[in-house]
């Protein structure tokens, strides 16, 4: 992509379904990928990475779907630096109004050495024609020297130059380890800037990873150096301490455009929305002082910030929760509330539900209201996910449960749930609780055996009443997943979580796949 012709734009790479996705208990199916992308779409992205086609059929056929569907952005495809790779991710992309190849061959001595088994020189031959290879398929083509930050400065300098020749685009220099600090990273940006021929035709980009917790920090700050693109995700997410979270690196543009005069092209109410979607989908919760798009982002406990923000919101605010879409107040709903007054509700929380969705989630409300007095923004916001995400895909539904937790008797539950195919199973179960005998039955009917790695409990609002939410993480055919459930009653909240899970396994969405970062030696895929 040619850089943009307003000098202070910063341009929007989102790698929430690449890298975001390879991270444990952040896996996607097809469908769920879509929906993340429409919602990047709209959130204003200029570039989606859909995907490494060639890691796994699902993730060719996901990253075939987007660049078919999805209009506006462009369309980014990974490939390691080999011809196999390429032509795959040329082949999934074919359907993109406008697309773009990301080859990536790692420059560090220690992946040199280690990794590769490749010299200085074989690595610039390497990369010079998988850039010219991917030229093939489409102009715009990105080149990321992995582990950039930790390669020779002098050695960066000559590989980058030599992919600006083959025809690059834009270069990436990943700080793939997360190893950088944000005046060294600024260091590295400001090098290559003024010693690669050829650097005032690319766009350079940023993607850091938050080992360190300065993924924010050091792509700023690349960003004085003139940096134009930054790689992020939504919430953060990524591999082991994940990436550079696009709603904190877009609100700190936008908070700090006096000190750094530069504009992104996103939509931020849509942010928390987008936030929440991602959490819905893959089952994995930001935490609560998470910045930007945590519950706790605008609260304000402290008497004497309470105070001040009463007399004047600036004096504690420096960004408004209206901003970054959450809405103003949080109106309460009843019994007596209308589908009218839930319908304007849900679009101002930023869901677009259509009517017949809009009919299922009033009935589940009209459910609600009956056992709790005040529903608020938190309880709407988690009805709508629950029918946004339920339903038509779902191998197993929930029928019904018993469960005993007396004292002095062993814990036991019965689970009735009924497969879409129409079978319906109930195996009765004993458990060290009852949450643990209701997952027993469950595992037990469906005959998924997993083991959870993490289960976790909390309240949506306040209040007695207030419904809870289940968290639960699992491992299973070593990798994680997680899920989510939502209801007064929290043993029933857990039996959805789990049952989201089972639902994933069952639907055989969980398959092996390679990662960017799997050795594969490159001779099993030469170049030439
Ligand atoms: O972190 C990294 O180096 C990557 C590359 C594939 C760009 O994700
Ligand atoms: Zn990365």
């Known amino acids: 992509m040619a850089a943009p012709s307003d000098p202070n734009r910063v341009l929007i790479f989102d790698t929430t379904l690449r890298d975001g996705e390879q991270s444990p208990g952040c896996s996607m199916n097809l469908a769920e990928k879509l929906e993340m992308a429409r919602a990047l779409r709209d959130l204003g992205v200029d570039v989606i990475e859909a995907g490494f086609p060639i890691a796994s059929p699902g993730d060719f056929e996901s990253v075939q779907a987007i660049a078919r569907e999805i209009q506006g952005p462009i369309i980014a495809g990974l490939a390691r630096c080999n011809f196999a790779d390429i032509d795959r991710a040329g082949e999934a992309l074919r359907e993109a109004t406008n697309k773009r190849i990301h080859v990536f061959l790692a420059t560090s001595a220690i992946h040199r050495e280690f990794k590769l088994k490749m010299t200085r020189e ?34 960066l300098a ?40 050829g650097s005032d035709k690319v766009v350079y980009s940023v993607h850091c990873h938050n080992d360190l917790g300065l993924a924010v920090a050091n792509s700023l700050a690349a960003l004085l150096e003139g940096a134009r693109q930054v790689e992020c995700t ?29 504009t992104t092209n996103i939509n931020t109410r849509l942010l928390v ?28 406990e402290a008497g004497i910030h309470q105070d001040g923000m009463l007399k004047n919101p600036s004096t504690y605010e420096i960004m408004r929760p209206e901003d970054v879409g959450i809405p103003s107040t949080d109106l309460v709903l009843g019994k007596h509330s209308g589908r009218h007054a839930l319908k304007a509700r849900i679009q101002d929380l930023g869901y677009t539900v259509d009517e017949s ?61 009924k497969h879409a195919d129409g079978r319906t199973v109930c195996e009765p179960a004993v458990g060290d609780g ?66 989201q899970v089972i639902n994933r396994i069952a639907l055989r969405q969980v398959r092996p796949r390679m990662k960017p970062s799997d050795h594969v030696p490159q001779e099993v895929v030469p170049a030439v």
């Open 234 to 262: 939504v919430n953060g997410i990524g591999e082991r301490a994940g990436n550079t979270a696009l709603e904190e690196i877009v609100m700190a543009m936008r908070t700090r455009e006096d000190y750094y005069k530069l």
């Open 273 to 300: 929305p987008t936030s929440r979607k991602l959490s819905m989908v893959t089952g994995m919760q930001v935490q609560r002082n998470k910045a930007i798009v945590g519950q706790n982002a605008f609260a304000h």
């Open 158 to 197: 000559e590989v980058c130059e030599k992919a600006v020749e083959a025809g690059a685009t834009t270069l990436n220099i990943p700080d793939t380890v997360g190893y950088a600090v944000p005046s060294h990273y600024a260091d590295i940006i400001r090098h290559l800037k003024k010693n690669v021929r």
């Open 122 to 155: 074989e690595i610039i031959n390497r990369a010079v024609e998988g850039v010219a290879r991917a030229k093939k398929y489409c102009d715009d083509v990105e080149f990321s020297p992995e582990d950039a930050a930790r390669t020779e400065l002098d050695f």
């Open 434 to 499: 009852p949450v643990d005998a209701v997952l027993k039955s469950i595992q037990r009917g469906t005959g998924i055996d997993l083991k959870v790695t993490d289960y976790r409990v909390r309240s949506v609002t306040g209040g007695l009443d207030a419904q809870g939410e289940a968290l639960v993480e699992v491992e299973y055919d070593n990798r994680k997943l997680s899920g989510r459930g939502v209801n007064t009653n929290v043993i029933e909240a857990s039996a959805l979580a789990f049952l």
């Open 357 to 417: 969705q809009l009919q299922r989630i009033f009935e589940a409300f009209k459910v609600l209201a009956d056992r709790k007095k005040s529903i608020y923004d938190a309880d709407i916001e988690a009805l709508v996910d629950n029918q946004l995400h339920s339903g038509a895909s779902e191998a197993w539904q929930l029928v019904n449960f018993s469960c005993n937790a007396s004292f002095g008797v062993p814990p036991t539950a019965a689970v009735s749930l």
